[in-house]
């Protein structure tokens, strides 16, 4: 950033990036639980009064469950990936039908044992998952939240592909569970809603009193300026470069 002729202003928490283009008004006002469940951890933010009252972290997140399929049914990482996709649910309550899955890289020593029943497969995820909400649970708990929070949502890629997850997050949480998605799902990719999040809360800045940048406008210029020259530089060395 230094080197790009930029200066850093501030930071801020994914939760509240996230938060004005997943919650609506009242969720931000009354107290809302906003887990944001990636591949590798969870966020997690409280809101009351339109404001962030708890954060933490989780360093567990959509590849801990594909890492422990993969585990426990010796099979390869990728085809661990396909089975949650195709089969992810949050509990073998929910199961209809259970049918045998064939395993196509199986690397236990038992050639016979080289397919699953879904339950098993089931299983597997039922224990993570109920393992990551009784954490958050016991986090809001410690903390004092559980009675301040009316309402839970979930929004991220982690969860994705398994069925009934929200089920187990109401039974564990003892709260109403839903799923999140940006209001402006249509027009930005979820992989940029976060950068979306805080792109917005800081073109709204301007307009709030109580919140003040310690960047002066005056120094705005110079900073488009510096940041054209060393873009410019940065191409003119890779031209003269490839020119050689």
């Known amino acids: ?123 597997v995820m039922e224990i993570r998952i109920n393992e990551i909400f009784s954490i958050i649970y016991k986090s809001l708990k410690n903390n004092n939240l559980i009675k301040e929070i009316n309402t839970c949502v979930i929004t991220g890629t982690g969860f994705n592909n398994i069925n009934k997850v929200e089920k187990t997050a109401e039974e564990i949480l003892n709260m109403q569970v839903r799923f999140g998605s940006a209001k402006t799902a249509n027009l930005i990719k979820p992989v940029c809603i976060k950068s979306y999040g805080i792109v917005k809360y800081i073109s709204n800045i301007k307009y709030v009193k109580n919140i003040g940048s310690r960047i002066r406008e005056d120094d705005e210029q110079s900073i488009i300026d510096s940041t054209i020259k060393n873009i410019k530089k940065a191409f003119s060395g890779a031209f003269n470069k490839n020119k050689k």
């Open 1 to 123: 950033m230094q080197k790009a002729g930029l200066k850093i202003d501030g930071i801020v928490v994914n939760g509240f990036a996230l938060s004005h283009i997943i919650l609506d008004e009242d969720e931000l006002n009354d107290g809302t639980l906003l887990l944001d469940v990636g591949e590798g951890c969870i966020d997690i933010s409280v809101f009351k009064n339109k404001g962030i009252v708890y954060t933490d972290s989780l360093p567990i997140g959509g590849d801990t469950i594909t890492n422990d399929i993969a585990t426990v049914l010796e099979i390869s990482t990728e085809e661990a990936q396909k089975l949650k996709k195709q089969y992810g649910l949050s509990d073998r309550r929910f199961i209809e039908h259970d049918y045998s899955i064939k395993l196509s890289t199986y690397y236990g020593e038992d050639a016979r044992n080289n397919s699953v029943k879904c339950s098993e497969l089931v299983e």
